[in-house]
T-cell receptor
Framework: KQEVTQIPAALSVPEGENLVLNCSFT??????LQWFRQDPGKGLTSLLL?????REQTSGRLNASLDKSSGRSTLYIAASQPGDSATYLC??????????FGKGTRLSVIA | DAEITQSPRHKITETGRQVTLACHQTWNHNNMFWYRQDLGHGLRLIHY???????NKGEVSDGYSVSRSNTEDLPLTLESAASSQTSVYFC????????????FGEGSRLTVL
């Protein structure tokens, strides 16, 4: 059974700092990995989707990498801003089941 | 623009009552999903459907049911609401089963008293 872990559960950084969020998964036979953002009281918004054949994806200040063999993904946020404050979740597609989610990392960027 | 909408956004009900949460998507996606989100548990899959007349149980399906009579809608029914079903419920859809991007609704907050 696929399990997804995100560490740390919460992170607080000053504005302008570059930061890395971590995601690990137990079964490396994945189809893809997605990173989502969730603002309080809102639904999830897809940020980046990495297919199993890819090593990384970039969107603006966000860069996500995937290392299937080690069961890890990182989300790199450059030059963080207060507007980046949110919960970030990763989710993995594998086997015959829909996406399995980690519990998320709650990010606070302090001005 | 295509979207996925959930209703009601907030509902308070009593233990034992039947409750239905609606989910409607205009993406024309075959795949639709219901998750619940609770503090300490993250997002957990309740039921999902890969097309009309197809439904499947997820990790926490007890006490819930779904039906898929058309592509656009996947209503979630709580047959006899329990306090343990107090949660935020999210509906999602995708075009491809295991390779597609997942799109979420805004969520339905359900309180069972």
């Amino acid at each position: 059974k696929q399990e997804v872990t995100q560490i740390p559960a919460a992170l607080s950084v000053p504005e302008g700092e570059n930061l890395v969020l971590n995601c690990s998964f137990t079964d490396s036979a994945i189809y893809n990995l997605q990173w989502f953002r969730q603002d309080p009281g809102k639904g999830l918004t897809s940020l980046l989707l990495i297919q199993s054949s890819q090593r990384e994806q970039t969107s603006g200040r966000l860069n996500a990498s995937l290392d299937k063999s080690s069961g890890r993904s990182t989300l790199y946020i450059a030059a963080s801003q207060p507007g980046d404050s949110a919960t970030y979740l990763c989710a993995v597609a594998s086997g015959n089941t829909p996406l399995v989610f980690g519990k998320g990392t709650r990010l606070s960027v302090i001005a | 623009d295509a979207e996925i909408t959930q209703s009601p956004r907030h509902k308070i009900t009593e233990t034992g009552r039947q409750v239905t949460l609606a989910c409607h998507q205009t993406w024309n996606h075959n795949n639709m999903f219901w998750y619940r989100q609770d503090l300490g548990h993250g997002l957990r899959l309740i039921h999902y459907s890969y097309g009309v007349q197809d439904t499947n149980k997820g990790e926490v399906s007890d006490g819930y049911s779904v039906s898929r009579s058309n592509t656009e809608d996947l209503p979630l029914t709580l047959e006899s609401a329990a306090s343990s079903q107090t949660s935020v419920y999210f509906c999602a859809s995708s075009a491809a089963i295991n390779t597609g991007e997942l799109f979420f609704g805004e969520g339905s907050r359900l309180t069972v008293l």
